[in-house]
């Protein structure tokens, strides 16, 4: 008996997980955290007003575009350094994220699944694609 799958539905569905998350993570710290707070929560990083302003964009409108299929490989690579960053700031806290400032692990899973659709692209079900000049994007990076 041979057994056909579709990697393609895989990518969609690691594209969907991404996008969910960094939509949800985006309007908590707008509806739960509220602005101000997050702007306190960065500042006591030490890090710019700026920065929490830039993270919650990038979450919400990120979050969106992987979600809808919106290009899809351009907006996971956008979110590595985000992620990166939200890495850096649980990692003191420890291994497990129910961990007192929440662990590590998952902001490091986060950085893997966004590597993972920007490296498979859209998957099934995508809006849009992006549309590049020959050479322009190398191929390995076009959805």
């Keep these: 008996m041979t057994q056909h799958t579709n990697p393609n539905y895989g990518a969609l569905i690691t594209r969907l997980s991404l996008g969910g998350i960094l939509l949800s993570h ?38 969106t575009a992987i979600l809808l299929g919106l290009y899809t490989r351009l907006a996971s690579l956008l979110s ?15 291994w497990v994220f129910s961990s007192e400032g929440g662990g590590w692990e998952f902001p490091l899973l986060l950085v893997v699944l966004a590597a993972a659709v920007a490296l498979q692209g859209n ?3 995508a809006l849009r694609k992006l549309q590049v000049i020959d050479g322009f994007i190398p191929q390995s990076l076009r959805a």
Excluded at 80 to 94: E, S
Aim: net charge neutral; hydrophobic share 55%; charged share 5%.
């Design 80 to 94: 590595i350094p985000l992620l990166l960053g939200a890495l850096w700031a649980h990692a003191g806290n420890g």
């Design 123 to 125: 998957g099934p079900f």
């Design 26 to 63: 985006g309007l908590l710290k707008v509806l739960v955290f509220t602005i101000p707070g997050t702007v306190g929560y960065f500042a006591s990083l030490g890090l710019p007003p700026i920065a929490a302003y830039l993270t919650i964009f990038a979450e919400i409108s990120g979050g």
